[in-house]
């Protein structure tokens, strides 16, 4: 299973299994997975949604509901096996010597206790510390976990702190007794990469500095390569590969691990070609395949895949394990048994003659007046877009990245006019948005949200979702062709006919995604924003979704305004990029020239702190983390709003908001000192 030696052992799982007993049948979340955590060991535990990840971390905790069955052979903690002892004997290990920290820290953190009574906690209940000490160790643990001021913060509530600083309390919440393992469930996906960058590195430093053993949950490969020693690889309730992360990274073993990889966007490869896709969707768990269960998905299957396979030693390590009956073929032909990255962007035909859009100083301000406790009365305007130009061309993709607050969201919803712009022009194939002549390019220009659970009636079938359009607008007025029309859709994005009887619900997260593309397309758009389109989806789902969006660009000169704040999507898609901070634009260029020679530091910074899926590039790159948080959009810095958290500000940087210089063919940079950042 390991080479941990023995008396460096803190967890020892074997055949842990979990059912959860429902009304319409039993779903076996786990089945007989067995691994080990080292003192001191960073274990990182990937796979797709579904796969049991979090129910495995939730049954270690005894956390789970009490339909849930758990059964093992043991699971050792220390050398005691934590599944038999009492839920008293358990409430005294969890928070003292095991703690978790979970995935939204809005919702486990407690809105009506202040950050100083959760934090406090622990302390008095584990610890019987005096109400003094525990103070003094809270304001101790902030400081650790890099939030500032910590005295005056342990007044405030959760709702006062940012995503990042929330993330941080529950940190320091999990590390307040000096535990020996940390159970992280996505601690870091909804942060933006700098936030991600800190928080990793804060635990990465605590595991190896305090030698507490890390088990961290996630989907998110570069951040497995930066910072796990080992790798468990999930699927359908299954381990199916585990071992050391470099030997996982540089020779995977199982088609699953190797599919995984390869559908990942990566910073450190040039912009071009068709991500891997793995097909198909995981099985129902609660009637599972017979036999291997990526059997039905997998590109090497064949009759020896009815049995079951077991975890057999790889390359002559012992400690990498792979389920599979095909490991020595999934080793030598890796590269080509999922679909080659062969097709180009240039396919694409981009008119340059006349832009589509045109964005002219945009300007999207709010007035805020509120009452918060330790604020009191706070008023003022955010400046949410302050000064955007940019233009998007036919059969073009512009990216728009920066941390969450600079700005994206506002932009998009503003040239939809889904928020009235404060100043400003905009002009969308030769209309002029400002005026009321909107609704005439209504049509013409889609949305595809985020979060496609909340933008798709639940009460309306996928089929009238997908009508309503084509109704409200007159687009197909004879029944008959909306039907055909409808089917035509959802096999243009992937899905299947039958499914238009189907309610949201009843799809997974990439199947309701690709319904919002298929309501934006039924309109016939000539340019489709996506707001954050594939930032909560899995990494194979996500590259379905994205060769998708390229496939219908290059069909029907569709032009997108890609916002996103994941570096490595950007690329892979955007023509251009456009960079922003605090309402205002860094730094834009051509995609490649902008990733290849960044020259704001504030794009330096994104692109350091956005992790490449490869352990040897990570552990041996130089990074620039930012320190610090966002500024208040109330209170921006004078002068250049990047000021507070740059390595390189001088007190010009204070004065002046620097304008945008050019920095190379359609490359431009707000920052006064670009000529000595040049070679720095």
């Not at 942060?191 to 991600?196: E, F, N, P």
């Not at 996928?462 to 029309?485: A, F, S």
């Not at 050019?662 to 000192?673: L, V």
Request: aromatic residues 6%; contains cysteine; proline residues 6%.
């Amino acid at each position: 299973m390991s080479n941990i030696d023995d008396k460096n052992v803190l967890l020892d799982v074997k055949n842990l299994n979990v059912e959860f007993k429902l009304k319409n049948g039993t779903v076996r979340a786990v089945d007989n997975i067995s691994f080990q955590v080292g003192k001191g060991e960073f274990l990182a535990i990937v796979g797709e949604s579904g796969c049991g990840k979090s129910v495995t971390a939730l049954s270690l905790m005894r956390l789970l509901p009490r339909i849930a069955d758990i059964s093992a052979d043991h699971i050792k903690f220390d050398g005691v096996d934590i599944s038999k002892v009492t839920e008293s004997e358990m409430r005294k290990l969890r928070g003292r010597r095991i703690s978790m920290i979970f995935q939204e820290p809005m919702t486990s953190l407690n809105p009506v206790l202040t950050i100083g009574d959760q934090l406090t906690e622990p302390l008095l209940t584990h610890l019987e510390m005096s109400e003094k000490e525990a103070n003094a160790r809270t304001i101790e643990l902030l400081g650790m976990v890099g939030i500032p001021e910590p005295e005056k913060r342990l007044t405030q509530y959760p709702h006062q702190f940012s995503g990042g600083m929330r993330q941080r309390v529950m940190i320091a919440i999990g590390l307040a007794c000096e535990p020996d393992l940390i159970i992280a469930d996505e601690p870091t996906t909804a942060l933006d990469v700098t936030i991600q960058a800190q928080i990793l590195e804060l635990l990465k430093d605590i595991s190896s500095r305090l030698g507490v053993a890390v088990i961290m949950i996630t989907h998110n490969l570069g951040v497995v390569a930066a910072y796990a020693d080992r790798v468990n690889v999930m699927y359908a309730a299954r381990i199916v590969e585990q071992g050391d992360a470099n030997q996982i990274f540089e020779k995977p073993s199982h088609p699953y691990t190797i599919g995984l990889l390869r559908s990942v966007p990566r910073m450190d490869k040039p912009r071009g070609g068709r991500l891997a896709t793995i097909d198909g969707l995981p099985p129902n768990l609660m009637s599972p395949p017979v036999g291997c269960r990526f059997k039905p998905r997998c590109p090497l299957a064949g009759d020896a895949c009815d049995n079951v396979p077991v975890l057999e030693t790889q390359h002559g390590k012992e400690d990498h394990l792979a389920a599979c009956f095909f490991t020595d073929k999934a080793s030598k032909d890796g590269s080509t048994i999922y679909l080659a990255e062969t097709s180009t962007h240039s396919s694409a035909e981009i008119n340059k003659e006349n832009p589509l859009l045109v964005v002219d100083g945009l300007e999207q301000y709010f007035s805020v007046s509120f009452r918060s406790g330790w604020l009191s009365n706070t008023s003022g305007t955010v400046k949410a877009v302050d000064g955007v130009s940019f233009e998007v061309y036919p059969g073009q993709t512009v990216g728009l990245v920066g941390e969450s607050g600079c700005g994206k969201t506002s932009v998009g919803r503003a040239i939809l006019h889904l928020n009235k712009a404060t100043g400003g022009k905009m002009q969308f194939n030769d209309v002029d948005l400002n005026s009321n002549s909107v609704a005439l390019v209504r049509q013409d220009m889609q949305v595809i949200f985020q979060d496609p659970f909340s933008s798709l009636n639940p009460r309306m079938t996928i089929g009238e979702i997908l009508e309503e359009p084509l109704k409200v607008h007159n687009i197909v007025l004879d029944p008959q062709e909306r039907e055909e029309k409808i089917s035509d859709l959802l096999l243009k994005v992937g899905l299947y006919p039958y499914m238009r009887e189907r309610y949201p619900h009843e799809l997974s997260g990439g199947q309701r995604q690709r319904v919002g593309i298929a309501r934006a397309l039924s309109m016939e758009p000539k340019l489709i924003i996506c707001d954050e389109p594939v930032s909560a989806l899995d990494v194979s789902v996500q590259a379905q979704i994205i060769n998708l969006l390229e496939d219908l660009q290059r069909e029907l000169g569709i032009a997108y305004l890609f916002i996103a704040h994941d570096l490595a999507v950007v690329k892979h898609i955007s023509h251009k990029v456009i960079v922003m901070y605090l309402g205002k634009i860094m730094e834009f260029g051509e995609g490649d020239d902008l990733y290849s020679n960044p020259r704001h530091p504030y794009t330096r910074a994104l692109m350091d702190a956005a992790p490449i899926p490869d352990p040897q590039i990570e552990r041996n790159r130089v990074k620039i983390v930012l320190k610090g948080e966002l500024p208040s959009p109330l209170n921006p810095p004078k002068g250049c709003v990047f000021s507070s958290r740059c390595n390189f500000v001088t007190d010009a940087c204070r004065a002046e908001m620097p304008q945008l210089q050019e920095c190379g063919n359609e490359h431009q940079a707000a920052c006064i000192k670009l000529d000595e950042l040049e070679n720095a």
